[in-house]
């Protein structure tokens, strides 16, 4: 089916224009043949003592689109608005945006010439429908967005039209010579200087395809018209292969997948060839990309941070290579190495829990909170309730996490959540057994309690207020319990596990104290518990008040003492005690004592993220951000409360 896009407009750019290339150099190449582009040295800039970062920066930490033509340029973009441009060596940055796209698209380029895909708003309107909650409509007018193409020629000229698809945030281009591209989407299109041509039936999406003209290779999911359209190699690669989850890449007449330590590729008019590599250190499969010789570039870590190259014309694949500081191989077809591009951002090296505003930088290892205790309904709570009551016997009880405590007098213990009532399509769920007489704490004085939590991050550490004290208490440690079972699984259920049931260590008085907040105990028989998300629960720390300026946060590592007005913004979560929060302008890095810090910016910090041991990537209110290395001395001293030292006191008496 053909579809008349019109004629291509030519017309000045808003933003500053490319300059032509130069005269193509010789191709260098890496030792494994790679081509290689080197990225000219800028000058980094910032205030205060924070280097801003870019958004060449945010691109390199999660590019969803890379293209490179194999020699003179690389181009990526993340799903945020954020791209990167390198042409001979020239890196541009935010080249879409300066052009009035939104986030989203893709990148291609070919022999000098590059091309990016965005949705963009038209100087068209559309009407549209708004269905109000009360079962009322709203009608209006609004600009009309598409999905355009912008190409820069090699000599700098610029051309944008419109694709006959609806603006996405997922696809690829490949291009060609002669300003012919292939735009793979929902839909599968092939353009040129005149008419763009639909492939119908055919989704761009699950189409993997290698040059203009070339074969749809459909690997998965296919319908009636792609499994048609499929040449007979795919079946003998899939075979090839063995697995259906692969990840597969073409370019030019060659073909490529990669899945659970094997490799294949293929070459039109010849057979499959197949080779053990090593596993992927990422979730799912491997990064492919074919060099412009047909060098195969398998990558095992994210960003082809370690990889190896199978030479086109070799039996066995090169060693296993590291990338350096500011190195890329571009995920893309024909691949470059791309050496300097940045080394602005820190690595992330640190786990924590973020807090505070989403930026385009994460820390290292898991940024999720702890955000709530949900077993789909009521019936979980009252089984943990009952098997508690049966030993603790009549009282004013409240569930905190896995502990029923008693507020009445004190007594406590550990009833864990089962999954009753719950409906699981492929195992049976375990039978909790009943409680054991020998697991209750019961106080040798009665013990009232006014309020009883559970520390998010370390449940098994109960604290609770009684009047203006502050009392802690830990929980025995978990008993082994029994497991679920399959009805598929032949083998006869494992017998449970032996309990060696005992108590908890008891309340004991931490010190005076105006409140305190965590996973806050609620009436049996107990309900789904949610943590506001950003909090200092949310990144599993408690909140004691003591009044004044002054709160402190109890965490699994330990306890610190912070301004009172701190906003949260990360906790760290690889096991060692470290804090950060936000006052205003200022940054409030906290070890075994806080500091507040200005990095001179003089603008409100809104996000922190940890990378290394002493440097944090910054938010700000007005949408910059940079690299903040936290000084080794200096700052405003945080007092430390005498309570603090009192429930590193608590922590410290963890039974074992």
Known sequence: MAIDAGLAVVARPPAPPFAPLGAAPPVVRDADGVPLIDVAPGAASGVGAVRWLGGADEVLQYAHSEASDGARIYAAMNDRGHDLVVRDGVLTQDVLAARGAGPGGCVGAHAGALYLAAPATTARTQQVRTRLAD??????VEPARA?????VAPDGREAARELPTGPEDRCYLVAGDGGTFVYGGFRLLTGGAGAVTERDGLMGGRITIGRVGGPAYCFASCNAAEQ???PPAVAQLIAALGCQQAEWIAHGDRVAGACRGKAVRYREGGAPEVIAIPPTEMIGSYDLAFTDRGDLVIGLDYGFARYLVWPASAARPSPVRTLGAGERIAHASPTVHVRGLTTAAPPAERAAVLLGATIGFGAG???LGYASRDRGGARPYQAQRDRAAAVLGAGDFVVAGEAVVDRACGAYVRSPLGWEDEQIDDWIPPTLPPLSARAVLRPATCTPLDAVVAVPGAPDLLLARRGDQLLAAWLPPPLPLPGGSDPRDP?????????VPRPGTGWSVVGAAAGVHGDDGVPAPGRDTAIAGGSWQAGGAAVVDVGGDAAILVTPAGAVTIP??????AVASDGTLHVWGALGARVVDCTATCRVLDPGVGVDVTAIVPRTGDQVILGFADGRVGAYAIPAT???????HPLTDALDAALARRPR
């Open 135 to 140: 079962g009322g409509v709203v009608d209006s």
């Open 147 to 151: 999905q355009t193409l912008w190409t």
């Open 228 to 230: 048609r359209a499929n």
């Open 365 to 367: 290892g898991s940024t």
């Open 491 to 499: 083998a006869p259920p494992r017998p449970p596990p032996k309990q």
């Open 564 to 569: 009172a007005a701190t906003r949260p913004m």
């Open 634 to 640: 200096g700052g405003d001293a945080v007092p430390r």
